[in-house]
T-cell receptor, first 117, second 114 residues
Framework: AQTVTQSQPEMSVQEAETVTLSCTYD???????LFWYKQPPSRQMILVIR??????QNATENRFSVNFQKAAKSFSLKISDSQLGDAAMYFC??????????????FGAGTILRVKS | DTGVSQDPRHKITKRGQNVTFRCDPISEHNRLYWYRQTLGQGPEFLTYFQNEAQLEKSRLLSDRFSAERPKGSFSTLEIQRTEQGDSAMYLCASTTGTDAEKLFFGSGTQLSVL
């Protein structure tokens, strides 16, 4: 079974600075998806960024980018120019590629990100 | 498109009572998922539906849990004879199955069993 590990329970960053959240995963599959989700106090999970394992290029979405190291099974999230609205719980998640597995996500335990003004 | 809607937002119940939660997915989404999230943890998969068919259930879903999705529209999750260990947030998510990797989540139902 796949597992996802987030080793940082909590991180802090100064507004406008850059922060990196860590994630490692364990799988024997060669093709899969990785995601970062944000969960603000409103509780609704919001997709931040996703990465297909077969793509070597790291995904980027505006201020958010990932460092995907397939061999090391590492998938970190970098947030540049941090804003107060970035404060939330961040979850790393894994999904197997084949659709017959139902598209279910395996989540890590999460990292609380605090942004200081 | 009003997003995934869950009702109620909060539920407090006494141990041994039955509770039912409702999820209304985005209208054109044929896949619907239930997850459970306990304090300080990431969500854990419970079950999923493709249209009205329940295609997979986690081992976390004991006999006291049942989920339905009549007519492939809204879904209900019922917990019978609730236990204190059932206290958690229950999240619903849906997707079209085409852009299949993008799940849309509701805001969850927070269950407290006293």
């Amino acid at each position: 079974a796949q597992t996802v590990t987030q080793s940082q329970p909590e991180m802090s960053v100064q507004e406008a600075e850059t922060v990196t959240l860590s994630c490692t995963y364990d799988t024997s599959e060669s093709d899969y998806y990785l995601f970062w989700y944000k969960q603000p106090p409103s509780r609704q999970m919001i997709l931040v960024i996703r990465q297909e394992a077969y793509k070597q290029q790291n995904a980027t979405e505006n201020r958010f980018s990932v460092n995907f190291q397939k061999a090391a099974k590492s998938f970190s999230l970098k947030i540049s120019d941090s804003q107060l609205g970035d404060a939330a719980m961040y979850f790393c998640a894994y999904r197997s590629q084949p659709m017959e597995y139902g598209n279910k996500l395996v989540f890590g335990a999460g990292t609380i990100l605090r942004v200081k003004s | 498109d009003t997003g995934v809607s869950q009702d109620p937002r909060h539920k407090i119940t006494k141990r041994g009572q039955n509770v039912t939660f409702r999820c209304d997915p985005i209208s054109e989404h044929n896949r619907l998922y239930w997850y459970r999230q306990t304090l300080g943890q990431g969500p854990e998969f419970l079950t999923y539906f493709q249209n009205e068919a329940q295609l997979e259930k986690s081992r976390l879903l004991s006999d006291r849990f049942s989920a339905e999705r009549p007519k492939g529209s809204f879904s209900t999750l019922e917990i019978q004879r609730t236990e204190q260990g059932d206290s958690a947030m229950y999240l619903c998510a849906s997707t079209t199955g085409t852009d299949a990797e993008k799940l849309f989540f509701g805001s969850g139902t927070q269950l407290s069993v006293l």
